[in-house]
T-cell receptor, first 114, second 114 residues
Framework: DSGVTQTPKHLITATGQRVTLRCSPR?????VYWYQQSLDQGLQFLIQ???????AKGNILERFSAQQFPDLHSELNLSSLELGDSALYFC?????????????FGPGTRLLVL | AQTVTQSQPEMSVQEAETVTLSCTYD???????LFWYKQPPSRQMILVIR??????QNATENRFSVNFQKAAKSFSLKISDSQLGDAAMYFC???????????FGTGTRLKVLA
């Protein structure tokens, strides 16, 4: 158990809908990353937040947005869903010690768009 | 733009034997980090080992070690005394020293034969 929690574990929805994925980082971790893993693919970096502020942005679609709240939990919002958005969405929190950053991944949210 | 390539979609190794997984990357930067992550059937992403580009010494973590060839932009993972629990997808990842964007390869599925 990494200490990072993600809810829900599974989500089934229809095209055109909007969903929200939630991530709670490890206690004390200020940084949250979001990744998308499509079937049998590597992870695609979406976005990173640090202490409430966006710090890095990857190939995140305009239909997707995220935020990190004062209590450091984060939400990823996916709207106007398409079939191709079906994937495993990971959240990771990280800590940096003496310049070395270690990411701790949550168990993921499996999204199925029908 | 940086890229990470894992040219071996699948590898097999006999239990107790040694196996090497390949990873090459492309970057024009001098400051970066390289990682190997393991993803077992549970889908949980687990950090196996990391290498800072400025360190000439290859990183080792118990039975896992890397062969970091900076000039060749190669970063292979060696697993010694392979165990059944090593069976998983292994992802190579790159992070620029100046940003927090991670780039993952497409993965190598490792099978361990009893």
């Amino acid at each position: 158990d990494s200490g990072v929690t993600q809810t829900p574990k599974h989500l089934i929805t229809a095209t055109g809908q909007r969903v929200t994925l939630r991530c709670s980082p490890r206690s004390g971790d200020l940084s949250v990353y979001w990744y998308q893993q499509s079937l049998d693919q590597g992870l695609q970096f979406l976005i990173q937040y640090y202490n409430g502020e966006e710090r890095a942005k990857g190939n995140i679609l305009e239909r997707f947005s995220a935020q990190q709240f004062p209590d450091l939990h984060s939400e990823l919002n996916l709207s106007s869903l398409e079939l191709g958005d079906s994937a495993l969405y990971f959240c990771a929190s990280s800590v940096e010690v003496r310049g070395q950053e270690t990411q701790y991944f949550g168990p993921g949210t499996r999204l199925l768009v029908l | 733009a940086q890229t990470v390539t894992q040219s071996q979609p699948e590898m097999s190794v006999q239990e107790a034997e040694t196996v090497t997984l390949s990873c090459t990357y492309d970057t024009s930067e001098s400051d970066y980090y390289l990682f190997w992550y393991k993803q077992p059937p549970s889908r949980q992403m687990i950090l196996v080992i990391r290498q800072e580009a400025y360190k000439q010494q290859n990183a080792t973590e118990n039975r896992f070690s890397v062969n970091f060839q900076k000039a060749a932009k190669s970063f292979s993972l060696k697993i010694s005394d392979s165990q059944l629990g090593d069976a998983a997808m292994y992802f190579c990842a790159y992070r620029s020293g100046g940003t927090y964007k991670y780039i993952f390869g497409t993965g190598t599925r490792l099978k361990v034969l009893a």
